[in-house]
């Protein structure tokens, strides 16, 4: 196996030392920043919002998120305990205020976490997904009536092209569809040779 088909492995579930290094680069590339400001922003979160970050990585969006509200609450799940324990380090003090918390979780154990979120995000997680159409249901069913989900997407692959980039966007706005939501739309930021692809879509109220 080549170094670099093992480093891609290590982005989609960062694991050892690697992964730690993978975490550091996650939470210092300047490309990353600017997708979380972005996606944040389409959020719109609210100071009493309850937020669910899927895939939260080294925890650059847990902050964005905490520092935006008063008496709401984010929480943030990834499947690599590497990726957790950075997030902790990187989001101390709204840990310890109570408007963070943490948990190592994969997709699949979404039904576990107390729902009623009324924002959910995922940035460059859901390409990593075998069963779309399952991770969308599984998101519908924790998230609060009239709760806006946000999935961001841009491709990382060699020669990125904004053709791929819309692609994916049109898978998921497919599968949430699939799952109910409604007012399903795409905005689009530009960002190098290929956009960076944010679908929205709303929970009925219902």
């Excluded at 902050?63 to 609450?73: D, Q, S, V």
């Excluded at 609060?144 to 841009?154: H, I, K, V, W």
């Excluded at 599968?175 to 930021?189: C, Q, T």
Aim: charged letters at 25%; a positive charge.
């Amino acid at each position: 196996m080549s170094i670099r088909s093992e480093i891609a492995k290590q982005f989609a579930n960062p694991r050892g030392l690697l992964g730690g290094l993978v975490g550091i680069v996650m939470a210092n590339r300047p490309s990353n920043r600017r997708r979380y400001r972005w996606t944040i922003g389409c959020l719109d979160i609210a100071p009493d919002d309850r937020v669910l970050e899927i895939g939260c990585g080294p925890g650059l969006g847990i902050a964005g998120i905490a520092a935006r509200l008063e008496t709401g609450r984010v929480v943030g799940v990834d499947h690599s305990a590497v990726m957790i324990d950075q997030a902790l380090c990187r989001n101390r003090a709204a840990l310890r205020s109570g408007k963070a918390e943490l948990i190592v979780r994969d997709i699949d154990d979404l039904p576990e976490i107390a729902g009623g979120f009324t924002k959910v995000m995922v940035v460059n997680v859901l390409q990593f997904v075998p069963g779309l159409d399952i991770a969308a249901n599984r998101i519908a069913d924790i998230m609060a009536p009239g709760g806006l989900l946000a999935a961001t997407y841009q491709p990382r692959r060699r020669r990125p092209t904004r053709e791929a980039a819309i692609a994916f966007g049109d898978r998921l706005a497919i599968a949430f569809g699939h799952a109910g939501f409604v007012d399903i739309r795409m905005m689009e930021m530009p960002e190098g040779t290929a956009p960076v692809i944010t679908v929205l879509a709303v929970k009925p109220k219902s």
